[in-house]
């Protein structure tokens, strides 16, 4: 029985993706790949609002947030983390064998631009990693006003995890000054995970040029050579990018901006109901997601039951993250999702549990 989707990530794939990955397969040095590859990006484009470089990487995100500390940090970077995923991005750093600093918050709150300007006015850092939608909490950190700041540190990249925000609000790359923007497909975009796009500034390109040992599967540059002639460096997953080409013909047919708008709404949506069933938001106020909602288990409901009867239902539920698992839950409302969709989770969770009614 196929269980839908009401979990951060992957989410539910509507059935005209799953046909456009049914097409017979091209070859990837064919000119009608190169074909595709050049629509697809020119949409991206369009979403990310950016006139510079974006690039197509067959992989989880974290293959590209790993691809970008190696291409951009050269003497240090200053990892905002307020969450499991941002804290993670510190631990590959580390890995990578990269000097990094990890500026933690508390679970719950956002990265503040004050904080990001401490740091960086000390000339310590090249580079930067902020999670801009941190899944495992449910917040949302202030992204244009981060931004403001780094306009003030032109020499420090400025590398931001979009994975679970990009297509969902506006998110102007140009305007907003990102060096090395990151996404995968199957969060907000509502695609099967695979795919992975980023973009990549002159500035990123030039330190990129001169970085030792940033490897070759995310070598900036490698993915630049080839992105003149509408490829990747390696085989792409085809069946993904046919499935990203139709999700942009989608998109812009319900348009940005409705998109945007209808996100916000069932963020709204799904807030208030919580909330008026005795739940409170795990998030500090007014750095609640756009995309998923995270709430405290402050009912003291057994989230595991929950878990298990909505699964048997049909209906799959995520009952909190690392530390915070039991205490929180979360429930995503983003890519293809309406209130319909999300009135149907709730009605199975009332059935299930009569209280929640």
């Known amino acids: 029985m196929h269980k839908k989707l009401f979990i951060p990530g992957p989410v539910e794939v509507h059935p005209d993706i799953l046909a456009a990955m049914s097409q017979p397969m091209t070859g990837h040095r064919m000119k009608e790949y190169a074909e595709l590859h050049e629509r697809v990006v020119n949409g991206l484009k369009e979403v990310m609002f950016t006139d510079g470089k974006v690039f197509l990487a067959t992989s989880s995100a974290f293959g590209v947030m790993e691809g970008a500390l190696r291409n951009l940090v050269g003497k240090r970077c200053a990892c905002f983390c307020n969450g499991a995923f941002s804290d993670k991005w510190h631990d590959v750093a ?7 600093d990890a500026f933690k918050f508390e679970w719950g709150r956002p990265v503040t631009p ?4 401490k740091a960086l006015s000390t000339g310590l850092y090249d580079s930067m990693t902020l999670i801009h939608n941190e899944t495992s909490t449910g917040v949302m ?4 006003e981060i931004a403001s700041v780094m306009k003030r540190f032109p020499d420090v990249m400025f590398i931001v995890d979009t994975v679970s925000s990009m297509s969902a609000l506006s998110i102007p790359v140009d305007e907003l000054g990102i060096d090395c923007c990151i996404f995968g497909v199957q969060k907000a975009f509502a695609l099967p ?16 040029a001169s970085m030792k040992g940033r490897g070759y599967y995310f070598d900036f540059i490698e993915f630049a050579a080839n992105d003149e002639k509408h490829n990747t460096p390696s085989t792409p997953c085809i069946s993904l990018v046919y499935a990203l080409d139709r999700q942009l013909e989608r ?3 319900e348009g940005l901006e409705s998109r945007w708008s209808r996100h916000r709404n069932l963020a709204e949506h799904v807030r208030n109901r919580l909330i008026s069933k005795g739940f ?3 998030p500090e106020r007014g750095s609640e997601s756009i995309t998923l909602t995270c709430a405290r288990n402050s009912r003291g409901i057994d989230l595991s039951f929950l878990k298990k009867e909505l699964g048997k239902a049909g209906f799959a539920f995520d009952d909190g993250y690392g530390k915070i698992k039991g205490e929180t839950f979360r429930i995503a409302h983003m890519g293809d999702m309406t209130r319909d969709d999300l009135d149907g989770l709730f009605a199975a969770m009332a059935e299930i549990m009569p209280e929640l009614a």
Request: hydrophobic residues 50%.
């Open 94 to 100: 580390l890995r990578c064998g990269k000097e990094a």
């Open 114 to 117: 004050e904080a990001v300007e």
């Open 141 to 144: 950190s202030p992204l244009p």
């Open 193 to 208: 995970p695979g795919l992975a796009v980023f973009s990549a500034s002159e500035k990123a390109l030039k330190r990129a």
């Open 251 to 253: 998109i812009f047919a």
């Open 280 to 282: 409170t938001l795990f």
